[in-house]
Structures are given as C-alpha cells and as structure tokens.
C-alpha cells in the first residue's frame, strides 16, 4: 500500500508542473526595435522569383553597411519601395544588439552563385568528401548578443533554384549526394555564441540546408515564425536546430513544414539543456525531434500544445551507438497527431547518419508522454539500444483515438525498453518485447479532443 501511495504522491507532484517551461528565462513576445536605417527595395518579385537579368544586382554591401552603422537595441529595415520589393544578398553578419526587420511585402533572397557564398574557392555548390561545410550561410550570428531577424517579410533561400554555373540546384546536389559524399550548399540562419538571438514574426523558405542552427548560446527566442519548404525533394532542410552547448530556449506560437525535421534538438558535444516548445503547428517534415547526436546530453526539455498534422514522425528520439549520450527529463503534454508514418518514433537504432553500433551507446530515461492523442495509423517505435542503455518510458494519457476505426494499422517495435502505464491510462497495447518490461496495464479512457488543433497553415 505505501508504495502505491508513493506511486500516486509522485504523479500528483508531476501532472501539476510538467507543462511548467524549461526554459529558465521569462520570456514574453518579442518587439521590433527602432529603426537606425531603412533601405528601399529595388528589385522586384516575378512569379515568386527573380529575373535572370537581377541576379547580378546583389544588395549584400548596402544591406551590410547598414548593419554595422546601427548601435545597439536598433534595427536595419528593409522596405518596399512603390512597385519594388526584393533583395539579393550574398552573405550577411550581424552584429552585437542590431536587428535585421524585413518588411511586410518584401522578401530577400539569397544569391544562387556559389562563388559568393564559398569559403574557399569552389568549395561551394559541389557535392564531395572534403571535411567541413564548403559554404557560408546567408545571415551569421557569431559572438555577438542580443541580435535579431524580425518582421512580417520573407527570407528565400531558393534551395529548388538551379545554381549559376552548375545546372543543378542545392535540393539535387542533396539528393546525389545519397550515393555518397556530402552536398556543400548554404544554411539559412547559423548562430554561434549568440546569446539572446531572437527570431520574430519573419517567414523562412526553401533553405538550401538547414534553416535555423543555434549553438553554443544562452537564450534562444523564436516567436511567431512560418517556415515553409516543399515536403519533398529537399532533403536536409531541417526546420529549427538547437545543437550543441545551448540552453535556455523557447520555441513558441510559431508554424513549420520542412523537408527534414521540423524541429531537431542537437545535442552533441556540451548538450542542449532548459528547453520549452509551446503552443506549435508542425505539418509535413519528420517531427519534433531530439537527436541523431544525443553524445553531449540533452535534458530540461518540455513540449506541450502541439499539433503535429502528416508529418513522416511525430514524437521522436533518434540516436546511436556512434554518436549516442543520456537524454533525460523531457516531458510531452497536450500533443496530437495524425497522418504519421510513425507517430512515436523512440529509437537508438537510427541508421540514417552512421553505423548503428558503436562505442557511444544512447540512453533515453525519464520520458513522459501525457495527454497524446494519435490517429491515422502508423508504426510505434520504443526502442532502445542493449539491456543497458535502455528506452524509459510513461505512456498517461496517451491514446490512438481511432484504434477500432482506422484504415491503417497500428504496429510496434518495443525491445531494450521499460514502458509504463501512468494515471491517466493508455489503449496502446505493447507486445511482448525483446528485452522489454512493461509496469500496469493499458486501458481504455476519455482522450481529450484535437479538433481546434489541426488548422491550416497559414498563407
């Protein structure tokens, strides 16, 4: 009896702060600062585009001038200006409490000549074996504080755009790459050591890599953001990254569909810690995501009021044997999803960046999915690696709410995993398991409804 009312303290304790955000910052919607210049647009959009006669008409210098004249808690914007309304920009730097805010109706796009882009020359726009990533990104946010990108406009890293001089574009340098080797193409966004980087309000497109990286930052802000790549065909274009050294980060009222992850929190070497994703709508894309390097920890980490509508995954942690670390403490609440391939997808058997085995096992504890509503079928993953490093796990309230109705079946993999059924129950009925245990029984309950979760994405 006193371990059942133990059982009981604990849950009642967890259900009353597990939505409680991780982030250790107050954090409460962001504003655009003051501009210190405003710079007319002189290019003009066609069909989503621009003409091949603009392409050499590049904005980098005059956009970067006015940059580094902004002192800081100021911002440098860019306007329409009468029928004009784009940019071209090679690469960009911000610096030390200057935002970039880019108008309503204006979108700045990147250049498509990899020579303005390469950090040596022709290390960019190739696909090779040469170690290192071959290209800048489009804005760098390196060592410097309380910098930002905010506005209603629109940042186009034209990843589908066949690159001058090459004949392809960075999407079908990605996808040769798959025969080996790495694709040498630009990311969007890359912050390093950028403490209190703020994204507000602005809409990212067709990256050629990964959208957003943040790393070896404290204070991470993204607010009221729209990315928007075609599901399809553009490979790597990983949404939101949070990776190493990171902590304090909030990812919140925002709208994502990639062609990679939605949201992938990176934890290789010193970890990503203290992290809150609130009030999301993810659509295509492989999901909220923590992994494939897991080697430096990842902890702290709170997810709740997200829709997750056809995504590849929905929940998932993703690691292995060669880049594989403890991720712990990371609560889910107030999920739903439907129309995913898989839904749970808890695994320490990804293969997709390197040999599953390894001398870096992952081990993934203290896992709690509450309040999950699944439908649409799919394959549930609760995988871990070997009888030592194992996948723990509390299903409460957590229910396929189509179960009896569903075209698509449900399956599982359950093996080196410890599932267990918490208060609020569980109609996820685990197999016998390789190496697995499970503590209670499933059960049948009233799941919450998702019918005000699932809203288009927003044009």
């Known amino acids: 009896m006193s371990r059942l009312l133990s059982r009981c303290s604990v849950f009642a304790i967890f259900l009353g702060s597990m939505a409680v955000a991780q982030d250790s910052r107050t954090v409460v919607e962001p504003t655009i600062p003051a501009s210190c210049a405003k710079l007319d647009a002189q290019l003009t959009s066609v069909r989503g585009g621009l003409l091949p006669a603009d392409e050499s008409k590049l904005d980098t210098q005059r956009i970067q001038k006015a940059i580094d004249g902004c002192a800081k808690g100021q911002a440098a914007v860019l306007q329409v200006h009468g029928a004009s309304n784009a940019f071209l920009s090679g690469p960009l730097e911000l610096r030390e409490g200057v935002t970039l805010a880019i108008d309503k109706g204006v979108t700045l796009y990147e250049t498509i000549d990899p020579q303005m882009l390469e ?4 290390s960019c726009g190739v696909v090779n074996n040469v170690p290192g990533r071959g290209c800048k990104p489009l804005i760098s946010v390196s060592h410097v504080s309380s910098a930002g990108v905010m506005g209603d406009g629109v940042i186009d890293g034209r990843g589908g755009v066949k690159l001058l001089g090459k004949g392809v574009s960075s999407w079908e340098l990605a996808e040769q790459a798959r025969a080996g080797g790495s694709q040498k ?30 790393n070896n930052g404290d ?71 923590i992994g494939s390097e897991t080697n430096g920890g990842v902890s702290g980490i709170r997810v709740f009021d997200l829709s997750l509508d056809g995504p590849d995954s929905g929940i998932r942690i993703k690691s292995m044997g060669t880049r594989g670390g403890l991720v712990h403490d990371v609560v889910y609440d107030d999920i739903c999803i439907r129309n995913s391939a898989r839904p749970i997808d808890i695994t ?33 993953l609760f995988d871990g690696y070997d009888h030592d490093h194992r996948a723990q796990i509390v299903l409460d309230a957590v229910y396929l709410t189509d179960v009896a109705t569903s075209s698509k079946a449900y399956t599982y993999t359950f093996d080196h995993a410890d599932v267990t059924y918490g208060p609020g129950g569980s109609n996820l009925e685990m197999p016998t398991g390789i190496d697995a245990t499970l503590t209670g029984k499933h059960s049948e309950g009233k799941a919450g409804s998702c019918a005000e979760k699932f809203v288009p994405f927003p044009q």
């Open 348 to 380: 320490a058997a990804y293969a997709a960046n390197g040999p599953v085995k390894g001398d870096s096992p992952p081990t993934f504890r203290d896992i709690t999915l509450h309040n999950v509503r699944v439908s649409g079928g799919g394959k549930l």
């Open 185 to 214: 193409v630009s990311r969007l966004i890359v912050a390093d050591h950028a403490d209190n980087f703020t994204l507000y309000r602005i809409t990212l497109k067709n990256s050629p890599n990964f959208h957003v990286v943040y």
């Open 119 to 122: 950090l040596t020359p022709g």
């Open 219 to 289: 204070g991470f802000t993204v607010w009221g953001v729209k990315i928007d790549t075609p599901q399809r065909l553009a490979r790597n274009t990983d949404g939101i990254d949070p990776g190493s050294g990171s902590k304090n980060i909030t990812i919140t009222h925002s709208y994502l569909r990639e062609g990679d992850d939605n949201v992938a929190i990176k934890g290789g070497p010193g970890g990503v810690t203290n992290m809150t994703v609130s009030h999301n709508h993810f659509y295509w894309g492989h999901g909220m995501s």
